[in-house]
């Protein structure tokens, strides 16, 4: 049971001499039912400006790092936004953990962040940080096919996450990409069951190390038991994505990369948004259900760590400027309290993105939720922090982080993966390009494109024409929406038009940010080459284009033929499009 705040503390719990568990045991018999609720929350946090602590971001109806820390007793905090500098977040990283000692039992913070290393910017899956190195995304990792280079990478980020306080990783993302519309492959290895399985456990152990300790970041790995076979391709951050279907029956194929998972270490889970639709599980959310939780993760898989739920599952947030109901998919009706309540229930230990401490003190007080059903999750996450070494040393060198992170060989490095994961389509010839050669370009700055060639300004006065386009999305009404690119996979007319006139004048490359298997047969019968890719600067790219380094890139998905073979596929089932325009592993070398 809980101690009474007035207490004196023993401190035992500092005593690095002493086995964990009795450690968590002495800190636990300590804290107020006040203290334990807090441990509950993942919140997001901000940085104040030059590494101070943050008043707060009323955007994302964030506190003050002071409240949370202080008066409510929260240590578990996702950063948002980007970062200004190494030096700002390691020194913002210190204060916080100052902060933090100030209070009665001094509990350190536990920082965690999404993806950081790659060039996605969306407020809810990933962040583009130029501070870190910059590789290519999770799909760009696997189209090199080389899980070396995910372990090396998951490596590099593990210290410069760990040089700045970063401590827990919000990923690796392991499900399966066989929904092609679905708006959250970018950060999966793709449609293959085995390639994920390799990759996703690599990447593990490349965060955590050889041994979990003090120089480890956590994974927090997702999303338990598998996304992907969405509805439509619909994601479940929204209400209109909230059910994930099986019609060819593959639930137990989504299990196998989180099985993978757990052989390698992975420390923490988290479980989706999405309601499974006819299977023999209870037609709630992931995250609020017990068959799920308890009776496939706990029981079947053994799974002791720690289980957050996906962020937003109990209160309506307003995310910028657009008001979005809780992703309480299946149990919408239910209040805020009875959520949570069958959140704990389902088995699990803490709430992504929430703050509304009150209900659970509120739920505790009541009797719905005994206080040592706290203390089943408080353990976990207490030994989670012990495991880490913050109790013995929550600080950072902010000297040696702005020397380490970032630096030329972990960029160097970076570069190299992008530049290996540049998957060829075709080639009519155009590739590689003479050096020297006349360049007409789109989406490359021109100071870039001038280092392999003559830039010239039309069409018609170049020997080669290099265009670079996004894969197409519909746009939703909402900014937040639109960063989850969803609906359909045709190019809209124009572009199909556009390409087919530069390509009518002048042999013509067309790179296409693959972050969804579009429907590229329009720009393959146009254009004299194609090329994919997954997050790759301009220069890396043209590196390849110019046979300065080779072509190494295979396809992580297959590449449909067209819209009605998609709609035709079953959603849960891999490689289920009829004649794909290009199948999984393709990739030309030149």
Not at 75 to 87: D, R, T
């Amino acid at each position: 049971m809980s101690n009474d705040a007035m207490s004196p503390v023993d401190t035992r719990y500092r005593d690095a001499s002493l086995p964990v568990a009795e450690r968590v045991e002495i800190l636990l018999s300590q804290m107020t039912v006040e203290e334990k609720v807090g441990q509950f929350f993942h919140a997001m946090i901000s940085m104040g400006e030059n590494g101070a602590l943050s008043e707060g971001n009323p955007a994302f109806n964030i506190a003050s790092n002071r409240e949370y820390v202080v008066d409510r007793h929260l240590s578990h905090f996702n950063v948002l936004g980007a970062v200004p500098s190494v030096e700002d977040l390691a020194r913002w990283h210190n204060n916080i953990q100052e902060l933090a000692a100030t209070t009665r039992l001094g509990i350190p913070v536990t920082i965690s962040t999404d993806p950081r290393h790659s060039y996605t910017e969306n407020p809810g899956t990933a962040i583009f940080t130029s501070v870190f190195s910059q590789w290519p995304e999770p799909l760009g990792l696997a189209a090199t096919r080389d899980a070396a280079l995910v372990e090396a990478f998951a490596d590099i980020a593990r210290q410069e996450y760990a040089a700045v306080g970063i401590r827990v990783a919000l990923h690796p993302q392991i499900d399966l990409a066989t929904e092609p519309r679905w708006a959250r492959q970018l950060q999966t290895f793709g449609e293959d069951v085995d390639l994920t399985c390799e990759l996703g456990a690599a990447y593990i152990r490349g965060f955590q190390g050889a041994s979990f300790g003090p120089g480890s970041v956590a994974t927090m790995t997702k999303h338990f038991p598998g996304g992907g076979p969405q509805l439509d391709g619909e994601d479940p951050h929204f209400a209109y994505g909230r059910e994930q279907v099986y019609p060819g029956g593959q639930f137990e194929l989504h299990l196998k990369p989180f099985e993978a998972a757990f052989a390698a270490g992975t420390r923490q889970i988290m479980p989706y948004y999405g309601m499974p639709v006819g299977t023999e599980y209870e037609e709630v959310g992931f995250g609020l259900n017990k068959d799920v939780i308890t009776g496939l993760l706990r029981e079947r898989f053994g799974f002791d760590g720690i289980v957050c739920t996906d962020w937003g599952l109990i209160t309506d947030q307003a995310i910028l400027g657009t008001e979005f109901p809780a992703r309480a998919w299946g149990a919408e009706q239910l209040t805020p309290h009875e959520r949570m309540a069958k959140i704990l229930d389902a088995g699990c230990d803490q709430f992504g993105g929430e703050q509304c401490d009150g209900i659970l003190l509120d739920l505790v007080r009541s009797g719905r939720i005994a206080e040592e059903r706290l203390d089943v999750s408080v353990r976990r996450l207490l030994r989670e922090k012990f495991d880490l070494g913050l109790f013995d040393n929550p600080y950072v060198d902010v000297e040696a982080a702005v020397v380490l992170v970032g630096n030329d060989e972990f960029r160097a490095a970076g570069v190299e993966a992008q530049r290996a994961s540049v998957t060829v389509l075709s080639n009519g010839g155009a590739l590689p390009f003479a050096k020297g050669a006349k360049l007409y370009v789109e989406g490359i700055p021109a100071e870039v494109a001038g280092a392999y060639g003559e830039v010239v300004a039309s069409p018609s006065e170049a020997d080669v024409a290099i265009l670079r386009l996004q894969a197409p999305f519909d746009v939703r009404s909402s900014a937040f929406e639109n960063f989850f690119h969803a609906g359909s996979l045709e190019f809209p007319a124009d572009v199909r038009a556009h390409v087919a006139e530069v390509a009518a004048s002048v042999p013509t490359v067309v790179d296409v940010f693959l972050d969804r298997p579009a429907i590229i047969a329009p720009l393959v019968e146009s254009a004299n080459a194609v090329v994919a890719n997954w997050g790759v600067s301009s220069a890396a790219l043209l590196d390849v284009l110019s046979g300065a380094s080779p072509a190494r890139g295979r396809l992580p998905f297959d590449v449909p033929r067209s819209i009605e073979a998609i709609e035709a596929s079953r959603p849960d089932v891999p490689f289920d499009t009829e004649d794909p325009l290009f199948r999984f592993g393709h990739g030309l070398a030149l």
